[in-house]
């Protein structure tokens, strides 16, 4: 039965080339146009401050470009979520290598080209999202959840026997895929390199968190984190925390100060946590609640939690009280991102009551997390259950890019006070 249908190559997607090339073409109008502006000359006569310039915006664009025509991808990223960082983060790098070298470059050129630049990549991104809707192939049976919620087309088998089709992904059941009946189709699906995933996997990778119920022991035993991206990681860890603790003294002083004019006791709170492979550590933290706040037992924080002093009301939201642990990654204990450590009472208390818990001590634990941006904060062990799920999806796509995603969610986390307590 399975043989009825036919699989085409996609057609080239020209709207997608022609929205490339319609922002390389305004930029450089866009380019020529401030040059006019300021110099009075085109571009080719332009002095070299405002071509150091053009690089600049040029190198960050252009790899932003390249970047949208790889991220059109099934992802619970959506790809706003990932050009900005991409644009950000290849613009801030360009800066400092310019800085670096002491390479003269108009600032009034970057001030005007850089924010309309940004503004056309991401109008960009979002009409590359609607063009190249992602079709998915779903076999007959198979629970795919609601696949319009995450802007992709769904084409159901049965519906479309005797057809040829172009898709981009392929659901099935693990049975489906064991089926002698289906691997044939399966098979050829393979050879065209479209991805074949299970419902499971498709429902996991579009919402960002594994479903426990799903998941068994075998396969996070055998996770180990990029070893590459393991060392990147630490040597970021490093140098951001070392830059973060010089840049961010000032506030890190007046807050002290200020939590202990309001109260008795050391403004640094220090509570042994859980972290890398099981291993407890001594985590700081801005005071917030009175002292000796758990003196009869740890428990989480209640919403207008009476423990929670005036300016623990205006640094737990903002995450301010949190800053301290950047010594915690300086020494190694931390990562910047990462699962949320816990005391280790409550990990004893989870560890037994929930299955799989003691997986999320595969890395470092980090001061902000995937759980953090996705979900906020977690006061019973229903709700932890729900964050272990995205832990462990953290855990199982740990890479750059995900991180920087988390980075940036972080900034919007902190902004809208999500999550806290």
Same mark, same amino acid.
């Given at each position: 039965?399975? %043989? ?16 490339? =090339? ?39 664009? =252009? ?19 990932? /050009? ?13 290598? /310019? ?37 998915? *192939?779903?076999?007959? !049976? ?8 995450? !802007? ?14 172009? =898709? ?39 919402? !960002? ?32 925390? *070392? ?24 403004? +640094?709170? /220090? ?18 609640? /009175? ?23 205006? =640094? ?15 020494? !190694? ?45 977690? %006061? ?22 995900? %991180? ?6 972080? +900034? ?10």
């Amino acid at each position: 039965m399975n %043989d009825q249908l036919q699989i085409k190559t996609r057609p080239l997607p020209w709207l997608s080339l022609g929205v490339i =090339i319609s922002v390389l073409i305004i930029h450089i109008a866009l380019f020529q146009l401030v040059a006019f502006i300021m110099e009075g000359a085109w571009l080719y006569q332009a002095s070299f401050n405002i071509v150091v310039a053009i690089a600049i915006i040029s190198v960050a664009m =252009i790899l932003t470009v390249v970047a949208m025509a790889l991220l059109i991808r099934i992802t619970i990223w959506r790809m706003l979520d990932q /050009v900005m960082p991409i644009w950000v983060l290849c613009f801030v790098l360009e800066m400092l290598f /310019v800085l670096l070298v002491r390479f003269p470059y108009s600032g009034l050129f970057l001030i005007v080209t850089g924010p309309l630049s940004f503004v056309m990549i991401m109008v960009s991104a979002f009409a590359l999202t609607k063009i190249n809707r992602m079709r998915i *192939l779903v076999l007959d !049976g198979v629970n795919a959840g609601d696949v319009s919620a995450h !802007g992709h087309i769904r084409m159901d088998y049965s519906d479309l026997v005797g057809q040829a089709i172009s =898709i981009d992904a392929v659901v099935a059941t693990r049975q489906q895929m064991q089926d002698p009946s289906w691997q044939g189709f399966l098979t050829n699906i393979a050879l065209h390199q479209i991805p074949v995933l299970t419902d499971n996997r498709y429902r996991e990778i579009t919402k !960002g968190q594994v479903n426990l119920n799903d998941t068994d022991a075998v396969e996070l035993i055998q996770l180990r984190p990029v070893r590459r991206y393991a060392l990147l990681k630490r040597l970021m860890d490093v140098v951001l925390s *070392l830059l973060a603790l010089i840049m961010l003294s000032p506030l890190l002083l007046l807050v002290a100060i200020l939590i202990r004019l309001e109260s008795a006791g050391n403004p +640094i709170f /220090v509570q042994e946590r859980v972290g890398l492979a099981g291993r407890s550590f001594l985590m700081l933290k801005f005071r917030s609640m /009175v002292n000796e706040a758990e003196k009869s037992g740890a428990k989480f924080a209640a919403i207008n939690d009476s423990r929670i002093t005036r300016i623990g009301r205006i =640094i737990r939201p903002s995450r301010i009280d949190e800053l301290p642990q950047l010594i915690n990654v300086l020494f !190694g204990q931390m990562s910047l991102i990462g699962p949320r450590p816990e005391q280790q009472a409550m990990v004893d208390q989870l560890g037994a009551e929930i299955p799989l818990y003691h997986f999320r001590h595969a890395v470092r634990p980090g001061i902000t997390g995937w759980a953090q941006v996705m979900q906020g904060y977690a %006061d019973d062990v229903k709700s932890t259950d729900t964050k272990l799920s995205f832990d462990l999806f953290y855990i199982k796509n740990l890479s750059l890019m995900m %991180d920087i995603v988390i980075f940036f969610r972080t +900034i919007r986390t902190i902004l809208t006070g999500f999550g806290a307590r």
